[in-house]
């Protein structure tokens, strides 16, 4: 192990491979900032430039473009209210509604702490567990994947916000719409409508930036001449109370890790639902379920620490199987093919420095990053105190942008106007958005993988050790849900 | 007259029942095809009954708070949304150059900015796009009507 | 488009002349003219995949060659949707000028079309082939976690044999389906994995006995030890397994149950191929086959795909024409509905 990790440091320790890097790394924190440029959009425009790269230069530049995106989408979540990046959604409940309250920068530096200190255990737990991870990835069967999606979706449902009934109706709408386009188990498209565009179905960037990037714009234009935040001094030392926070919720922030770990891990499940999964175990545990509640800064640890930890996670099964943990790793695995390197079995005996040092670069992104943003965090409030009405449109520009860039079509921008729609609606009437983005993501891993189950193993699937406590942990979140919503309704309890 | 509050489970579950209904009559698919879509449907449809009938008669408690954006409801954001879609013509017919530009200019210009700040404003969005999006990163945009 | 837009009747008289010269090009055209058409011009290499993938890599690879050559710009453009479904259809129906080139799934496309799939806008025997890149033979393979280790353990399996595969059409449940036909197997197929890395991986864990996938991923799959090769399903031996026999070696075939073998073996040599639209002028088609026959032969491109992975086995466009013409031209009546049958629903619960 210890040549293995100096051989590691001499790979990463070559200056080309650094400012590389570095470059890659300042990219995704721009990219991460501006709304409309996902990963995997900002990963796709990068591929071709790695060509005549050196393997670890090429990869470790995607990786840390990538790894740094989630961190930039942290700040325009929190001081904008818009999420850079699908994966930031989540954080922006709780961050936002800080930043009303004149603790944007606390959120800030909780939120970057969390990303950096998450992104830095995960490439510890990818070093640990590369050796070993075959075991692992192989006991995660159709049956497991299917009912760690139902514990997710439930969670998420029951539990975000304080009426499980519209928790529910957006779950139910969110999985709906996953229904339009190929079914996977039969190959029929389902409500395409005759367009082409249709038989992929509903396409999740255009669903995210509709719900939640349009109905902020909207609020921006509606502001008119007033800031578009009013009222939010920045005190940077809240910065430092933000970090401070994060070491202060170890179970918090540990478990959120955990779970950004174990969500990429799993193939299939994709790591796009780690954030909403931690958030919704950091936040299921409120005593009120107040919508307009003070944030909760537990509701910026959560989603922050594991959606970075997922990135981690992701790479164990795309390097030690060749089987990417997500779109983004699939990407990253083409850029691999790209630059003439195999991952998979045989690439971990040969090139297993290789290996650690990719683990090496994620983790220093993560620390550089989180250090970088601090200045960029300036320059965003910065705009976050621009009139509205100029904001508005040049971040609909950018929205449209990067809507239209990811699969180079026209329909895409349309439904993000159409999303948008809706997600004025919700945001109206309190409906959760969240619940429906992870119901449209975990829709057809649900119907696939219950049908699988069901043809591979049979009813009996359920039996199997994990699956069990899965099922188990299912109960539980019926259960805690349910004791809530009497608990609000006992006498002495006030508000809606 | 429908209360406002009722709209969102009425449009979910009206829908949601009409594609279910396309697809038992309109495309005639299987039970394996529609099972999913069933069971989605009926959890939306079951959640959002309620909803409608209990907003149907009126607040059981009192109603939200007053909108904490203190904008004039639902109206005036849709008419917001409105102005903003019109981006949408805007680019199908000059291109992602152009069409923000012109957008941008008009939407400033409508909400009161000045010409000169207007006018900067929409020549640095048609430069940005074109330099970092066309350009440095060789985005394929789409380019307009006559592009 | 805009090209053509006039206005004014000024204009017609250069409209007029236009055309003469036009027509006077085409008109006794040899491959002078269509040498002399490319320079300068921007073709467009499309992939039906998003960036990243095989086909994209190979794309990628071929288009600075190819600039090369012609002299023209060459721009790889992704068109994901409909697995490359999509992308081709569009490019059937491009400009016939011979700058809009697609380098195709050549047996999905033909499966596509055979089973009828929604998406499916083309007929794969009208588009102007240019050569095949690449092809892939099938091998079997079986998982070290099933009861099942041989051919003759299959046969004689006493519960049905279980697959596993992406799609329907997607070269390892319907290369599964024919190859259970082949061998009169009991079979259940299961689909709705994300893609064959997925699929091979349900099969290494045991959750089915085994998957039918390309030479080159299996090759990579064998090295793990997870999943062991039983049979190359085609006439020849697969280069990369030299010790692998081929189906036909290792079990005896009566001439219907061969059939099937060899009608997928056949659908699959159309491999990853590179064709235009239909109508493209004939002295264009001939050209861009010729100078793509010339960069598939030449050793410094084949070196440079094989470090890639990419195992060259160039053809030209008679060889695809036959090819498609072969398989799924000849099929009709009972034979189409029989072969239909096999694939969307025999061996599907």
């Known amino acids: 192990m210890p040549d293995v990790i100096s051989s590691a440091l001499s790979l990463v320790a070559h200056a080309p491979t650094l400012l590389v890097a570095l470059a890659g790394l300042s990219i995704g924190l721009v990219c991460g900032v501006l709304p409309g440029l996902s990963g995997l959009t900002t990963l796709a425009i990068l591929l071709p430039f790695i060509y005549g790269m050196e393997p670890l230069t090429g990869v470790g530049f995607l990786l840390a473009a990538h790894a740094a995106v989630y961190t930039g989408g942290s700040v325009t979540a929190i001081l904008l209210g818009i999420p850079g990046a699908p994966a930031n959604a989540a954080t922006v409940r709780d961050g936002f509604a800080l930043h009303r309250q004149g603790r944007g920068l606390y959120a800030v530096g909780a939120a970057l702490t969390a990303s950096a200190l998450g992104g830095l255990l995960s490439a510890l737990a990818l070093v640990l567990l590369l050796p070993m991870l075959q075991p692992v990835v192989l006991a995660f069967g159709a049956p497991e994947i299917f009912l760690l999606a139902l514990v997710g979706i439930a969670s998420v449902a029951l539990l975000d916000q304080g009426e499980p009934l519209k928790g529910l109706v957006a779950a139910g709408l969110g999985l709906f719409l996953a229904t339009f386009g190929y079914q996977r188990i039969t190959g029929v498209p389902r409500f395409w409508m005759e367009s082409d565009y249709l038989l992929d179905g509903i396409r999740l960037v255009p669903l995210v930036l509709g719900l939640f990037a349009i109905p902020e714009i909207v609020r921006l234009a509606d502001a008119g001449g007033r800031p578009a935040t009013a009222g939010t001094a920045l005190r940077w030392r809240d910065l430092a109370r933000g970090a401070a926070a994060v070491l202060e919720r170890p179970w918090t922030f540990l478990r959120s890790v955990g779970i950004g770990v174990v969500v990429g891990i799993v193939p299939g499940v994709g790591g796009e639902t780690a954030p909403y999964l931690a958030y919704a175990a950091a936040r299921g545990r409120r005593d009120q379920d107040d919508a307009r509640a003070a944030g909760d800064i537990d509701g910026v640890i959560a989603p922050e620490a594991s959606n970075n930890a997922k990135e981690g996670g992701s790479l164990v099964p795309t390097l030690a199987l060749g089987i990417p943990g997500s779109a983004a790793m699939a990407l990253l695995l083409g850029g691999f093919l790209i630059l003439g390197i195999e991952p998979g079995p045989d690439f971990l005996v040969a090139h297993l420095d290789m290996a650690t040092a990719l683990a090496i670069i994620l983790a220093v992104t993560n620390l550089v990053s989180a250090l970088l943003m601090v200045p960029l965090a300036a320059g965003v409030a910065k705009l976050a105190s621009v009139r509205g009405q100029l904001l508005a449109p040049v971040l609909l520009v950018l929205v449209m942008v990067g809507a239209y860039a990811t699969g180079n079509s026209g329909a895409d921008v349309l439904f993000v106007f159409l999303f948008g729609a809706l997600g004025l609606l919700m945001r109206r009437f309190n409906y959760s958005r969240p619940a429906l983005v992870l119901g449209f993501i975990l829709g057809p891993i649900l119907e696939t993988y219950l049908h699988i189950s069901l043809q591979a193993y049979g009813p009996a699937f359920i039996t199997r050790p994990i699956s069990l406590t899965l099922g188990l942990m299912l109960v539980g979140v019926f259960a805690w849900s349910y004791l809530r919503s009497r608990n609000d309704r006992r006498p002495g309890v006030t508000g809606p | 007259m429908i209360r406002t509050d009722a709209i969102l489970p009425l449009l979910a579950a009206g829908m949601t029942l009409l594609f279910l209904l396309s697809g038992w009559l309109f495309y005639d698919y299987g039970w394996v095809v529609m099972r999913f879509p069933l069971l989605a449907g009926a959890l939306t449809i079951g959640a959002a009954l309620p909803l409608w009938l209990r907003h149907r008669r009126g607040p059981v408690e009192p109603g939200p708070p007053p909108d904490r954006h203190g904008d004039g409801g639902i109206a005036a954001e849709f008419s917001h949304y409105l102005a903003i879609a019109a981006i949408l013509p805007a680019v199908w017919i000059l291109g992602f150059v152009l069409g923000p530009a012109l957008f941008l200019l008009a939407f400033l210009r409508w909400h009161g900015t000045g010409w000169g700040l207007a006018a900067a404003m929409a020549a640095g969005t048609a430069l940005f796009v074109h330099g970092v999006f066309v350009q440095l990163l060789h985005l394929q945009l789409h380019g307009g009507v006559f592009g | ?349």
Not at chain 3, 202 to 207: D, F, L, S, V
Not at chain 3, 235 to 252: C, H, M, V, W, Y
Request: charged share 20%; aromatic share 8%.
């Open chain 3, 1 to 349: 488009m805009s090209d053509w837009y006039i206005r004014g009747t000024r204009l017609r008289g250069v409209l007029a002349l236009f055309l003469c010269l036009s027509l006077w090009t085409n008109v006794g055209a040899e491959d002078g003219a269509a040498e002399g058409f490319f320079p300068g011009q921007v073709v467009r290499l499309v992939v039906g995949y998003a960036p990243g993938g095989g086909y994209d890599t190979l794309a990628r690879l071929l288009a600075p060659w190819i600039e090369q050559r012609t002299g023209a710009t060459v721009v790889v453009e992704n068109r994901p949707g409909g697995g490359g479904l999509v992308a081709l259809s569009q490019v059937y129906r491009a400009e016939p000028d011979g700058l809009t080139l697609m380098l195709v799934n050549g047996p999905g496309a033909a499966l596509a079309q055979l089973l009828e799939l929604e998406g499916a806008r083309f007929d794969i025997r009208q588009v102007s082939w240019l050569a095949r890149v690449s092809t892939e033979p099938s091998v079997v393979m079986l998982s070290g976690q099933s009861p099942l280790k041989s051919l003759a353990a299959l046969r004689s399996a006493a519960e049905p044999v279980k697959w596993s595969g992406g799609g329907k059409a997607d070269a390892i449940a319907d290369t599964a389906a024919c190859f259970s036909e082949a061998l009169g197997l009991e079979a259940e197929i299961i689909i709705g994995y994300k893609g064959s890395k997925e699929a091979a991986l349900a099969a290494m864990r045991g959750e089915v006995d085994g998957i039918v996938t390309s030479d080159r991923s299996a090759l990579k799959y064998a090295r793990g030890g997870k999943l062991m090769p039983i049979a190359v399903l085609d006439r020849d031996r697969s280069p990369l397994f030299p010790d692998l026999p081929t189906l036909f070696e290792a079990a005896e075939l009566s001439d219907g149950q061969a059939w099937w073998i060899d009608f997928r073996a056949r659908m699959a040599r159309t491999g990853r191929a590179l064709l235009t639209t239909p109508g493209t002028p004939a002295d264009r088609v001939a050209y861009l086959a010729g100078t793509l026959g010339g960069i598939l032969a030449d050793p410094a491109f084949v070196a440079e795909a094989s470090a890639k992975g990419f195992g060259i086995d160039p053809a030209g466009p008679e060889t695809l024409a036959e090819l498609v013409t072969g398989t799924i031209g000849a099929l009709e009546g009972e034979r189409l509905v029989q072969v239909r049958h096999v694939l969307l629903e025999k061996y599907y619960r």
